[in-house]
Every structure is written in structure tokens, then in C-alpha cells.
């Protein structure tokens, strides 16, 4: 991410600096991330509370 957009707040950034999460508090869940989690190892608790919050959050937009 070069230049953050309006409305999203920085979350993560890697060890140079570099931008790797963006949210915006203006819609019910939105994440964005420059990194692959889907990678990571299933005891990584940073990947796992990840995906969590997304199958609660399309879950949730199911039920409405």
C-alpha cells in the first residue's frame, strides 16, 4: 500500500514499515490485508482470530 485511501485506518504494518492491514470503522466489517494468512500455520493465533472474525462476520450478515 503506497497511500492509505480515506477512511481506513493502518492495523499492521511488517517489520520495514510496509502496510499489510487496513480496516474502515465505517462499514459493519472490512479488512484488508496485504499478506497471506491462509498461509500461516494453524496454531498461528494472529491467522485463526483472523478467519474467526470473518466466518462471525458472514455468519451474522446470513442471519439478517
Known amino acids: 500500500v503506497k497511500a492509505v ?37 494453524p496454531n498461528n493465533q494472529s491467522a485463526t482470530r483472523l478467519f474467526d472474525a470473518f466466518i462471525k462476520a458472514a455468519q451474522k450478515n446470513l442471519e439478517q
Do not use: C, I, N
Open 5 to 41: 485511501g480515506k477512511g481506513l485506518q493502518v492495523v499492521a504494518r511488517a517489520k520495514d514499515g510496509t502496510v499489510e492491514g487496513l480496516e474502515d470503522a465505517s462499514y459493519p466489517w472490512m479488512v484488508a490485508t496485504q499478506f497471506h494468512p491462509e498461509m500461516m500455520t
